[in-house]
T-cell receptor, first 109, second 115 residues
């Protein structure tokens, strides 16, 4: 199973762009990269998923370099409500998926 | 709302008692997962069902834990002879069958406190 490494915490100010990078050096050929967001006392919520290059949806962008050994979640113009823990997950759902400790993002006014 | 539903939201029990949690997945989802999460940590995989078949179980899972998914619909997670170390949030998630790139849809969890 691909192990992931993320920063433990990050601070940002409202309106700024936030980039959270995840390292996954032993990613397998069939593995997808998925990011989840979690607020206190709630289950994680899907944000975005990608396999290679760049993916963009209405809330975030995901950048994946050619070697796929890392990925960067980009949140444009964050607000206070984006304060949460963000998890990077690598693997297929047919196998056990391990969440790391995630990145606590704190958005300041 | 047709999301993943978990019951109860909170459970307080005394050490040594048995507890059972229920999860109702999104109706068309074939896969169902149980995770456990303690404060400051990410969710830890416990077990996984595809329809009614339990296909994976964490090696770390004590034999006091058992899960079922009769008829491939709702699932129950039972913890026998609870210990204080079992105190955690128990999360259920479901996903549709696919090629491995499916999303996990989580419920709000059951917070267990063992006194």
């Amino acid at each position: 199973l691909a192990k992931t490494t993320q920063p433990i915490s990050m601070d940002s100010y409202e309106g700024q762009e936030v980039n959270i990078t995840c390292s996954h050096n032993n990613i397998a050929t069939n593995d997808y990269i998925t990011w989840y967001q979690q607020f206190p006392s709630q289950g994680p919520r899907f944000i975005i998923q990608g396999y290679k290059t760049k993916v963009t949806n209405e809330v975030a962008s995901l950048f994946i370099p050619a070697d796929r050994k890392s990925s960067t979640l980009s949140l444009p113009r964050v607000s206070l409500s984006d304060t949460a823990v963000y998890y990077c997950l690598v693997g297929e759902l047919r196998r056990q998926l391990t969440f790391g400790s995630g990145t606590q993002l704190t958005v300041l006014p | 709302d047709t999301g993943v539903s978990q019951d109860p939201r909170h459970k307080i029990t005394k050490r040594g008692q048995n507890v059972t949690f229920r999860c109702d997945p999104i109706s068309e989802h074939n896969r169902l997962y149980w995770y456990r999460q303690t404060l400051g940590q990410g969710p830890e995989f416990l077990t996984y069902f595809q329809n009614e078949a339990q296909l994976e179980k964490s090696r770390l899972l004590s034999d006091r834990f058992s899960a079922e998914r009769p008829k491939g619909s709702f699932s129950t997670l039972e913890i026998q002879r609870t210990e204080q170390g079992d105190s955690a949030m128990y999360l259920c998630a479901s996903s549709p069958l696919g090629r491995g790139n499916e999303k996990l849809f989580f419920g709000s969890g059951t917070q267990l406190s063992v006194l």
